[in-house]
Protein backbone atom coordinates (compact mmCIF):
# COMPACT_ATOMS: atom_id res chain seq x y z
CA UNK A 1 0.00 0.00 0.00
CA UNK A 2 1.47 3.45 -0.88
CA UNK A 3 1.45 5.83 2.11
CA UNK A 4 -0.14 9.14 2.10
CA UNK A 5 1.63 12.11 2.91
CA UNK A 6 1.59 15.48 3.23
CA UNK A 7 4.38 17.66 2.84
CA UNK A 8 4.75 21.52 3.66
CA UNK A 9 7.24 23.43 1.10
CA UNK A 10 8.10 26.33 3.14
CA UNK A 11 9.89 27.83 0.02
CA UNK A 12 11.93 30.98 0.94
CA UNK A 13 10.04 32.21 3.98
CA UNK A 14 9.99 32.55 7.80
CA UNK A 15 13.75 33.69 9.40
CA UNK A 16 15.25 30.80 11.44
CA UNK A 17 13.56 31.53 14.80
CA UNK A 18 10.56 31.98 13.06
CA UNK A 19 10.97 28.41 11.43
CA UNK A 20 11.61 26.34 14.63
CA UNK A 21 8.79 27.99 16.03
CA UNK A 22 6.65 27.32 12.86
CA UNK A 23 7.93 23.44 13.49
CA UNK A 24 7.22 23.67 17.18
CA UNK A 25 3.52 24.35 16.60
CA UNK A 26 3.08 21.76 13.53
CA UNK A 27 4.38 19.00 15.90
CA UNK A 28 2.49 19.82 18.75
CA UNK A 29 -0.73 19.95 16.49
CA UNK A 30 0.47 16.47 14.08
CA UNK A 31 -0.32 14.42 17.22
CA UNK A 32 -3.93 15.07 15.55
CA UNK A 33 -3.27 13.67 12.44
CA UNK A 34 -3.84 9.88 11.60
CA UNK A 35 -0.75 7.82 11.75
CA UNK A 36 -0.75 6.71 8.36
CA UNK A 37 -0.56 9.89 7.07
CA UNK A 38 3.06 10.80 6.80
CA UNK A 39 3.89 14.51 7.37
CA UNK A 40 7.08 16.38 6.04
CA UNK A 41 8.46 19.99 6.16
CA UNK A 42 10.80 21.14 3.57
CA UNK A 43 12.61 24.28 5.12
CA UNK A 44 14.89 26.60 3.86
CA UNK A 45 18.96 25.22 3.98
CA UNK A 46 19.49 27.88 6.75
CA UNK A 47 16.92 26.43 8.64
CA UNK A 48 17.31 22.54 8.59
CA UNK A 49 19.77 21.77 11.44
CA UNK A 50 17.68 23.93 13.91
CA UNK A 51 14.04 23.14 12.47
CA UNK A 52 15.58 19.13 12.33
CA UNK A 53 16.49 19.25 16.44
CA UNK A 54 13.07 20.44 17.59
CA UNK A 55 10.84 17.96 15.37
CA UNK A 56 9.36 14.73 16.70
CA UNK A 57 9.65 11.42 14.83
CA UNK A 58 6.38 12.35 13.43
CA UNK A 59 7.43 15.26 11.36
CA UNK A 60 9.80 14.24 8.65
CA UNK A 61 12.88 16.65 7.38
CA UNK A 62 13.31 17.96 3.99
CA UNK A 63 15.14 20.20 1.99
CA UNK A 64 14.12 22.02 -1.52
CA UNK A 65 17.25 21.38 -3.53
CA UNK A 66 20.49 19.83 -3.66
CA UNK A 67 23.90 20.20 -5.26
CA UNK A 68 24.03 18.58 -8.34
CA UNK A 69 28.50 16.89 -7.15
CA UNK A 70 29.63 15.96 -3.85
CA UNK A 71 31.64 18.66 -3.03
CA UNK A 72 34.78 21.14 -3.51
CA UNK A 73 34.59 24.49 -5.68
CA UNK A 74 31.20 25.00 -6.06
CA UNK A 75 30.81 28.29 -4.10
CA UNK A 76 27.05 28.65 -2.56
CA UNK A 77 25.77 25.11 -3.32
CA UNK A 78 24.71 22.41 -0.29
CA UNK A 79 25.62 18.77 -0.75
CA UNK A 80 23.85 15.87 0.05
CA UNK A 81 25.83 15.00 2.65
CA UNK A 82 25.59 18.26 4.21
CA UNK A 83 21.63 17.78 3.90
CA UNK A 84 22.17 13.93 5.83
CA UNK A 85 24.01 15.55 8.41
CA UNK A 86 21.35 17.84 9.71
CA UNK A 87 18.86 15.02 9.73
CA UNK A 88 17.44 15.63 6.71
CA UNK A 89 15.74 12.76 4.98
CA UNK A 90 13.95 14.30 1.91
CA UNK A 91 14.97 16.56 -0.79
CA UNK A 92 12.54 18.00 -3.25
CA UNK A 93 13.91 18.33 -6.85
CA UNK A 94 12.65 20.29 -10.30
CA UNK A 95 10.37 22.39 -8.24
CA UNK A 96 8.94 24.46 -10.87
CA UNK A 97 10.33 27.87 -9.56
CA UNK A 98 13.91 26.40 -9.72
CA UNK A 99 12.83 25.20 -13.23
CA UNK A 100 11.74 28.70 -14.37
CA UNK A 101 13.96 30.93 -12.48
CA UNK A 102 17.35 28.81 -12.35
CA UNK A 103 17.74 26.97 -15.16
CA UNK A 104 17.03 23.38 -13.74
CA UNK A 105 17.22 21.08 -16.32
CA UNK A 106 15.67 17.29 -16.49
CA UNK A 107 19.64 16.71 -17.18
CA UNK A 108 20.63 18.28 -13.88
CA UNK A 109 17.41 16.73 -12.04
CA UNK A 110 18.97 12.60 -13.10
CA UNK A 111 22.78 14.43 -11.59
CA UNK A 112 21.03 15.46 -8.61
CA UNK A 113 18.06 12.60 -7.71
CA UNK A 114 21.36 10.49 -8.35
CA UNK A 115 23.44 11.77 -5.66
CA UNK A 116 20.61 12.29 -3.23
CA UNK A 117 19.48 8.34 -3.66
CA UNK A 118 23.13 7.71 -2.96
CA UNK A 119 23.68 9.46 -0.09
CA UNK A 120 20.00 7.99 1.37
CA UNK A 121 17.72 10.68 1.18
CA UNK A 122 14.32 10.66 -0.56
CA UNK A 123 13.29 12.23 -3.30
CA UNK A 124 10.30 14.26 -3.84
CA UNK A 125 10.24 15.22 -7.57
CA UNK A 126 8.33 17.86 -8.94
CA UNK A 127 6.42 18.12 -12.58
CA UNK A 128 4.07 19.96 -14.12
CA UNK A 129 2.67 21.95 -17.08
CA UNK A 130 3.02 25.72 -17.45
CA UNK A 131 -0.44 27.76 -18.64
CA UNK A 132 0.69 27.74 -22.08
CA UNK A 133 1.31 23.75 -22.13
CA UNK A 134 -2.02 23.36 -20.50
CA UNK A 135 -3.60 25.78 -23.01
CA UNK A 136 -2.07 24.10 -26.12
CA UNK A 137 -3.71 20.85 -24.36
CA UNK A 138 -0.04 20.19 -24.38
CA UNK A 139 -0.24 19.02 -19.82
CA UNK A 140 -0.29 14.81 -20.27
CA UNK A 141 3.11 15.42 -22.72
CA UNK A 142 4.89 17.77 -20.70
CA UNK A 143 4.32 15.78 -17.36
CA UNK A 144 4.70 12.50 -18.98
CA UNK A 145 8.06 13.61 -20.34
CA UNK A 146 9.31 15.19 -17.20
CA UNK A 147 8.67 11.56 -15.74
CA UNK A 148 10.50 9.88 -18.81
CA UNK A 149 13.36 12.30 -18.59
CA UNK A 150 13.99 11.94 -14.96
CA UNK A 151 12.95 8.60 -13.79
CA UNK A 152 13.37 6.41 -16.35
CA UNK A 153 17.28 6.66 -15.30
CA UNK A 154 16.45 4.78 -12.07
CA UNK A 155 15.40 1.55 -10.66
CA UNK A 156 12.11 -0.22 -9.30
CA UNK A 157 14.21 -0.62 -6.21
CA UNK A 158 14.84 3.25 -6.30
CA UNK A 159 11.34 4.18 -6.93
CA UNK A 160 10.74 2.69 -3.38
CA UNK A 161 12.45 6.51 -2.06
CA UNK A 162 10.99 9.01 -4.60
CA UNK A 163 8.01 10.86 -4.39
CA UNK A 164 6.01 12.13 -7.45
CA UNK A 165 4.48 15.92 -6.72
CA UNK A 166 2.17 17.03 -9.83
CA UNK A 167 2.44 20.61 -9.22
CA UNK A 168 0.66 22.70 -12.41
CA UNK A 169 2.27 25.93 -12.30
CA UNK A 170 -0.53 27.80 -13.37
CA UNK A 171 -2.18 26.92 -9.86
CA UNK A 172 1.01 27.68 -7.33
CA UNK A 173 0.78 30.48 -5.28
CA UNK A 174 -2.09 31.77 -7.80
CA UNK A 175 -5.35 30.89 -5.44
CA UNK A 176 -6.26 28.88 -8.78
CA UNK A 177 -6.66 25.40 -8.00
CA UNK A 178 -6.52 22.20 -10.39
CA UNK A 179 -10.15 20.93 -10.18
CA UNK A 180 -9.82 17.35 -8.54
CA UNK A 181 -10.84 16.21 -12.06
CA UNK A 182 -7.86 17.74 -13.39
CA UNK A 183 -5.44 16.99 -11.23
CA UNK A 184 -6.83 13.02 -10.65
CA UNK A 185 -6.38 12.47 -14.62
CA UNK A 186 -2.80 13.68 -14.84
CA UNK A 187 -1.71 11.59 -11.35
CA UNK A 188 -3.41 8.65 -13.45
CA UNK A 189 -1.44 9.31 -16.49
CA UNK A 190 1.92 9.19 -14.49
CA UNK A 191 1.35 6.49 -12.44
CA UNK A 192 0.83 4.48 -16.00
CA UNK A 193 4.16 5.93 -17.05
CA UNK A 194 5.85 4.83 -14.37
CA UNK A 195 4.10 1.31 -14.70
CA UNK A 196 4.87 1.53 -18.24
CA UNK A 197 8.82 1.24 -16.97
CA UNK A 198 8.61 -0.30 -13.68
CA UNK A 199 5.43 -2.01 -13.68
CA UNK A 200 2.09 -2.32 -12.12
CA UNK A 201 2.77 -2.83 -8.55
CA UNK A 202 5.59 0.01 -7.83
CA UNK A 203 3.16 2.53 -10.20
CA UNK A 204 0.58 1.46 -7.33
CA UNK A 205 3.57 1.79 -4.66
CA UNK A 206 4.80 5.23 -5.46
CA UNK A 207 3.41 8.35 -3.89
CA UNK A 208 1.52 10.65 -6.35
CA UNK A 209 1.13 14.51 -4.54
CA UNK A 210 -0.46 17.20 -5.56
CA UNK A 211 0.92 20.77 -5.39
CA UNK A 212 -0.80 24.31 -6.42
CA UNK A 213 -3.08 26.31 -4.08
CA UNK A 214 -3.79 23.18 -1.97
CA UNK A 215 -5.66 24.22 1.28
CA UNK A 216 -8.05 23.01 3.89
CA UNK A 217 -10.85 23.90 1.98
CA UNK A 218 -9.84 22.06 -1.57
CA UNK A 219 -7.78 18.96 0.53
CA UNK A 220 -10.61 16.50 1.01
CA UNK A 221 -11.76 16.60 -2.43
CA UNK A 222 -8.81 16.84 -4.17
CA UNK A 223 -7.54 13.94 -1.48
CA UNK A 224 -10.30 12.17 -2.04
CA UNK A 225 -9.30 10.65 -5.82
CA UNK A 226 -7.78 8.05 -6.22
CA UNK A 227 -4.73 8.67 -7.65
CA UNK A 228 -4.37 11.44 -4.92
CA UNK A 229 -2.10 10.33 -2.42
CA UNK A 230 -1.35 13.80 -0.73
CA UNK A 231 -0.22 17.16 -1.05
CA UNK A 232 2.75 19.17 -1.33
CA UNK A 233 1.72 22.45 0.21
CA UNK A 234 2.96 26.39 -0.11
CA UNK A 235 1.55 28.85 1.27
CA UNK A 236 -0.54 26.82 3.75
CA UNK A 237 2.05 25.08 5.01
CA UNK A 238 3.27 28.22 6.41
CA UNK A 239 0.45 28.34 9.14
CA UNK A 240 0.51 25.66 11.24
CA UNK A 241 -3.38 25.12 12.05
CA UNK A 242 -3.68 25.18 8.30
CA UNK A 243 -0.99 22.64 7.23
CA UNK A 244 -2.53 19.95 9.80
CA UNK A 245 -6.27 20.86 8.58
CA UNK A 246 -4.90 19.49 5.52
CA UNK A 247 -3.45 16.89 6.52
CA UNK A 248 -6.22 15.65 8.65
CA UNK A 249 -8.56 15.74 5.76
CA UNK A 250 -8.30 12.64 4.37
P1 LIG B 1 1.03 27.01 -3.12
O1 LIG B 1 0.37 26.00 -2.21
O2 LIG B 1 1.42 28.26 -2.40
O3 LIG B 1 0.24 27.24 -4.36
O4 LIG B 1 2.42 26.36 -3.59
C1 LIG B 1 2.45 25.06 -4.03
C2 LIG B 1 3.86 24.63 -4.20
O5 LIG B 1 4.55 25.13 -5.07
C3 LIG B 1 4.39 23.63 -3.28
O6 LIG B 1 5.64 23.18 -3.67
Request: net charge negative; with cysteine.
Amino acid sequence: MRKKIVAGNWKMNTTVPEGVELAKAVCEKAAAVPENIGLIVATPFTHLASVGSVLTGRVELSAQNCADHTSGAYTGEISVAMLKSTGCKWTILGHSERRQYYGETDEKLVEKTKLALEAGLGVILCVGENLEEREAGKHFDVCTAQIKNVLYNFTAEDMKNIIVAYEPVWAIGTGKTATSAQAEEIHACIRKVLADKFGAQVAEDTTILYGGSCKPSNAKELFAQPDIDGGLIGGAALKADDFIQIAMSY
